[in-house]
């Protein structure tokens, strides 16, 4: 068996075969980040192995490092050794949710010929997870066949629907579904989505999944009339996005592009345009995350499109300009950021006092400060990055204690480029004090790892070495 420690390892080697031949080539990682193009801060995490990005940035830097395919082939290998962990862990999951295959068969020709009951009730029965706890024996998400059924019946693309592993259903809900089940299924997304401001996504990503199968089994299920049919489609199309939203702040990466991929699918079926804005500007962000600058700025070209056919949310024409405005940092583009930027702050000016869908109420005037402080983060704008960083933080209480972290660590990026590695160690402390509350996040954890390995080249100053000291605590519960 493969655990999670052997990944781990693997991850950092590649990432120090990745340093090995930068240096050799006398390359820093800002003149590589240049030529990928990528961001310094993602050439960083590579090679402390703090991530892992796509199989394009590694052919790029075995070409352009001259490493005669060493780095393309040690990626592969890392690939290969994931893909096994992930299988084996999904195996020891479905095992323990469903026993062996022949149980599963047994119970399920069991129920067919059993009465059905209420739906409700049916719920209850099976135990269904409570919005903001996630019961121990709660698998991953389930990609069966009620999903793939449920795709190829409403015209979803081959593309869509490769790629999709085998599970097992989750307990169906059967009978007579009304519109009323397809609203609650909609609050449990609007719930999640507050949830995760205040406590990240690795605590709520497979409660989300455990919802998101509670809507193909309704829709393969039930039984329904036409116009719920569409409520369902909408309601699955939107829980299935927050839970490839929640995957991502979790880290789990390919789980998130599933999730959207469907989430698009059905999005785009059932003609619900807010959605499918919003899945776009998602794949944005993620790309984003993961150093695809490029493929993030397609993403958020095809978001902006999508908003400009359809009167959508207050604020949502904003959500892809914060996405082509951290795309064009990402690759040194200052006027491709500051023109989004602009666009975005006249949207939430027009907008900005008006209700808007829970997804959409964290677009603030402190998170366009957030966005524009990481932008200038990204720009080497060390000053500008402070001033627009604190207020960013100021502007966010507890409910948005994820996103007020999050500032809090790219404030410490920012004050140690400015050559003010206590002023950084404040802000870092800052951040561990949301960390050691309620907030469960792999971004931010991932960008304080940066913070921290960065930190750990001044440990006499006091504030430094408090940090330090306090630090391993913090990353070894996550």
């Given at each position: 068996m493969i655990n999670i420690q052997d990944v781990d390892t693997a991850k950092k080697e590649l990432g120090r075969k990745l340093a090995g031949w930068r240096m050799a080539c006398k390359l820093t990682q800002l003149d590589l980040a240049r030529s990928i193009p990528s961001s310094r801060s993602t050439i960083a995490g590579v090679e402390r192995g703090a991530q892992v990005v796509d199989r394009i940035f590694w052919s790029r830097c075995d070409t352009l490092l001259r490493a005669g395919g060493e780095l393309a082939q040690a990626y592969r290998r890392f690939q290969e050794l994931e893909r096994r962990f992930q299988a084996e862990r999904t195996a020891a999951a479905e095992q323990a949710r469903w026993g062996n295959a022949d149980a599963w068969s047994s119970r399920i020709a069991g129920s067919d010929n059993e009465t059905q009951p209420d739906p409700g009730a049916r719920r209850v029965a099976a135990g269904e997870p409570q919005i903001g706890g996630v019961p121990d024996d709660l698998p991953g998400v389930a990609f069966d066949d009620m999903r793939r059924r449920t795709l190829v019946k409403w015209g979803a693309t081959a593309a869509a629907v490769a790629g999709m592993g085998s599970g097992r259903p989750s307990d169906g809900l059967t009978g007579r579904v009304g519109a009323r089940d397809a609203e609650r299924l909609s609050k449990a997304a609007v719930r999640l989505y507050g949830l995760d401001y205040r406590h990240g996504g690795d605590s709520l990503w497979q409660a989300a999944a455990a919802k998101v199968n509670d809507g193909y089994?309704?829709?393969?299920?039930?039984?329904?009339?036409?116009?719920?049919?569409?409520?369902?489609?909408?309601?699955?199309?939107?829980?299935?996005?927050?839970?490839?939203?929640?995957?991502?702040?979790?880290?789990?990466?390919?789980?998130?592009?599933?999730?959207?991929?469907?989430?698009?699918?059905?999005?785009?079926?059932?003609?619900?345009?807010?959605?499918?804005?919003?899945?776009?500007?998602?794949?944005?962000?993620?790309?984003?995350?993961?150093?695809?600058?490029?493929?993030?700025?397609?993403?958020?070209?095809?978001?902006?499109?999508?908003?400009?056919?359809?009167?959508?949310?207050?604020?949502?024409?904003?959500?892809?300009?914060?996405?082509?405005?951290?795309?064009?940092?990402?690759?040194?583009?200052?006027?491709?950021?500051?023109?989004?930027?602009?666009?975005?702050?006249?949207?939430?000016?027009?907008?900005?006092?008006?209700?808007?869908?829970?997804?959409?109420?964290?677009?603030?005037?402190?998170?366009?400060?957030?966005?524009?402080?990481?932008?200038?983060?990204?720009?080497?704008?060390?000053a500008q990055a402070q001033t627009l960083l604190e207020q960013a933080i100021a502007g966010y209480d507890d409910r948005y204690a994820r996103n007020r972290a999050l500032y809090r660590v790219r404030l410490?990026?920012?004050?140690?480029?400015?050559?003010?590695?206590?002023?950084?160690?404040?802000?870092?402390?800052?951040?561990?004090?949301?960390?050691?509350?309620?907030?469960?996040?792999?971004?931010?954890?991932?960008e304080l790892q940066t913070v921290a390995h960065q930190l750990a080249a001044y440990p006499r100053i006091p504030a430094v070495a408090g940090f330090l000291a306090r630090y391993p605590s913090v990353a070894d519960h996550r």
């Open positions: 089994a309704m829709l393969e299920q039930g039984s329904y009339t036409g116009t719920v049919e569409g409520h369902l489609l909408k309601a699955t199309g939107r829980v299935q996005m927050c839970a490839g939203w929640l995957a991502f702040d979790a880290g789990e990466q390919g789980v998130a592009r599933t999730c959207f991929t469907d989430a698009l699918a059905l999005a785009r079926q059932a003609g619900d345009r807010e959605v499918e804005t919003a899945t776009l500007a998602y794949l944005a962000l993620q790309a984003n995350a993961l150093g695809r600058p490029r493929e993030a700025s397609r993403f958020a070209s095809a978001a902006e499109n999508a908003t400009s056919t359809v009167t959508g949310p207050p604020r949502l024409g904003a959500v892809p300009q914060l996405r082509k405005a951290i795309a064009s940092a990402l690759m040194a583009d200052p006027s491709g950021t500051d023109t989004a930027i602009g666009r975005a702050r006249r949207v939430l000016d027009r907008d900005g006092d008006k209700p808007t869908e829970q997804w959409c109420t964290f677009l603030s005037p402190a998170e366009l400060d957030g966005i524009e402080g990481t932008c200038a983060v990204e720009l080497g704008r060390a410490a990026r920012a004050r140690l480029s400015a050559g003010a590695p206590d002023g950084a160690a404040d802000a870092a402390n800052e951040a561990l004090d949301d960390l050691t509350g309620e907030v469960a996040s792999w971004r931010v954890h991932a």
